[in-house]
């Protein structure tokens, strides 16, 4: 893995990211996005463009946020390798612990 979206992008989905990645490895789940570990090329051109900084090196996730590795690699477990984001389109599922999060704050 690379690249982890966290909770700052649950329910925001700017998708700002997206339009910067090269490989289309940026995925949508219902509440957040998700990059693929497995498509990812370590490019890092999405970090920086992410209005809400919820996307981290998978060594610098924050703490209180390391779960959402895992969330990662089990949304992709779920829906498999799809070989791209834009032609796979919407997912509408987020793994258990995603979903069950409350309503984020979208200030």
């Not at 090269?22 to 509440?31: K, T």
């Not at 990059?35 to 090329?41: A, F, G, K, L, Q």
């Amino acid at each position: 893995m690379a690249y982890v979206i966290a909770e700052p992008c649950v329910d925001v989905k700017d998708k700002a990211c997206v339009d910067e990645c090269p490989v289309d490895c940026i995925y949508e789940g219902d509440r957040s996005l998700y990059i693929n570990p497995n498509e990812c090329v370590d490019c890092g051109a999405c970090e920086p463009v992410c209005p809400v900084e919820a996307i981290f090196y998978e060594d610098d996730v924050p703490e209180e946020w390391a779960w959402y590795t895992d969330a990662a690699v089990e949304y992709f477990n779920d829906i498999g390798d799809l070989g791209g984001a834009q032609a796979a389109g919407p997912s509408g599922k987020d793994p258990a612990r995603v979903a069950a999060l409350p309503p984020q704050n979208q200030d």
